[in-house]
């Protein structure tokens, strides 16, 4: 089916099957090769039983191998669920007990389908087409206020149109003809990463995974033309001597990045930073260009993409799109919550001038962005609170050059002996992501309170400082 992901991705692997589509170090895979892949992988997937509708969780760190599961997964028309690294044991535990089957790098803790057992699977000739347009594809996780998993489902038509180069705005165009080399650094469980994979292989261009952790340096060694990145990151990347001139787009995303970050990155770099604004549950919904941030909007999001519809109700910013999720994966109730008439409740802050440029002004949610990650507030002070030695606990968040944002705890004892602080953090780490374990711990036994008599966490950020 043309318009069903992933057959805009096979068609350009069966169309240049000699380009290559991964350099992964040393080794490349070229298209075809990474088309025997899928096939090989669907192969063992029938034989595993899996099929449409199924839930797969994909245990997989970035490779070729992983990507072609992904494409052999929707090609027989499973729901997705990619499993994001940072997870606690009991998050990733609560995601895989929800789903029929796993597929990973190694063996795990239930039944699995090992990627290089599956790959020895002979060839299985043409390849199936059962993914059906109004069928779940994908679920992209983001932590909820409980600290379990949300799923936002969206459909084989709504991820098919990321991918449809005939339908895509003249910006997304002009974007996409510089990746003919696309740094990808993150795991696939990120929507825009996998996004931004294939459609780079859509344009022919060849996607770079690199062994080694320092982004400046591999762009400067591979001769990258374009990459994703946080806007944390972006300032590191500034900070350093190397080469970036083989740098012709820079796709920033995870969080809005400051205008003194986007005009010194457009000082040392070029006009070649972008910078998407979006959500899980939205898809993306608006995109600030190059030459937005150079005729001086760098303090918008950029303007919405000509599909979505924007609405401010009462300076809370709702949107519609053809990108969205139908709704959480079998949770009507939270569904409810953000989802009404068919407009996303986005529960960010903000309001659109009189050029048609978005603006953000707060959260109306208790969040706290690390590693372009939303880490929810409230969830953390729940398993702090939760140890037998505090009383009660309250987070707050920080600007960090490191992370985005850096969480902060306050935590309150009981009785006369501190909690071990070194239990507190493992403790965070157990139940919830590494990006939600506390930079800082600090024990008190005074906490400010507003004028409504709740805390106030201003005053503890200013103590901080």
């Given amino acids: 089916m043309a318009g069903v992901f992933p057959a805009m991705v096979l068609a350009a692997l069966r169309r240049t099957p000699s380009r290559m589509a991964f350099e992964v170090g040393s080794r490349s895979v070229s298209y075809g090769e990474l088309l025997a892949m899928v096939r090989r992988l669907t192969a063992g997937m029938q034989r595993a039983g899996l099929g449409p509708g199924m839930g797969v969780g994909m245990v997989l760190a970035p490779s070729p191998e992983a990507y072609a599961a992904h494409l052999a997964a929707h090609g027989l028309g499973c729901v997705v669920a990619p499993i994001r690294p940072g997870w606690g044991a009991q998050q990733r535990a609560d995601v895989l007990d929800r789903l029929d089957f796993v597929v990973a790098d190694e063996p795990v803790d239930r039944e699995a389908l ?3 057992e599956a790959l020895g699977s002979a060839d299985s000739g043409d390849l199936p087409e059962l993914a059906q347009p109004d069928e779940i594809a994908r679920l992209t ?3 909820g206020s409980t600290g379990r998993p ?3 489902a969206h459909t084989y038509r709504a991820v098919g149109l990321a991918y449809r180069s005939d339908q895509w705005a003249p910006t997304l165009a002009r974007l996409l003809t510089h990746f003919e080399r696309c740094l990808i650094r993150e795991s696939f469980a990120s929507p825009v990463m996998f996004t931004y994979l294939g459609r780079c292989l859509v ?9 080694e952790r320092a982004m400046e340096d591999v762009i400067e060694r591979c001769r990258v033309t374009a990459t994703l990145m946080p806007p944390a990151r972006l300032q590191q990347v500034l900070e350093t001597n190397a080469d970036l001139r083989s740098l012709q787009a820079v796709v920033l995303g995870g969080s809005p990045a400051s205008p003194n970050l986007l005009r010194a990155a457009t000082d040392r770099l070029g006009p070649i930073v972008w910078q998407g604004y979006g959500q ?6 608006a995109m600030l260009t190059p030459d937005d941030i150079v005729a001086g909007h760098e303090a918008s999001v950029g303007r919405p993409l000509p599909t979505v519809r924007v609405a401010v109700r009462g300076g809370e910013i709702y949107v519609r799109s053809p990108h969205q999720m139908i709704g959480y994966w079998n949770d009507p109730e939270q569904t409810r919550e953000v989802l009404s008439d068919g407009w996303i409740r986005t529960r960010d802050l903000g309001y659109v001038d009189e050029q048609g440029y978005l603006h953000l002004t707060g959260r109306t949610r208790d969040v706290i962005m690390v590693n372009a990650e939303v880490c929810y507030a409230g969830a953390i002070e729940r398993v702090l609170a939760g140890h037998p030695a505090v009383a009660q606990a309250y987070v707050v968040g920080t600007p960090d050059p490191e992370t985005g944002e850096a969480i902060h705890a306050f935590v309150v004892p009981i009785g006369d002996e501190p909690p071990d602080l070194e239990e507190l953090t493992g403790l965070v780490h157990r139940r919830l992501s590494h ?7 600090t ?6 309170l507003s004028a409504s008599g709740k805390p106030d966490k201003n005053a503890l950020i200013a103590g901080i400082r």
Avoid: Q
């Fill in 435 to 441: 990006n939600s374990v506390p930079k800082s711990i």
């Fill in 280 to 285: 899980g549950e939205a898809g993306v919904i």
């Fill in 150 to 152: 949300k799923s936002c």
């Fill in 114 to 116: 090992v990627l290089e």
């Fill in 443 to 448: 024990v008190t036994r005074d906490v400010p």
């Fill in 141 to 143: 996780y983001t932590s």
């Fill in 203 to 211: 344009v022919g261009g060849t996607a770079v995974l690199p062994a």
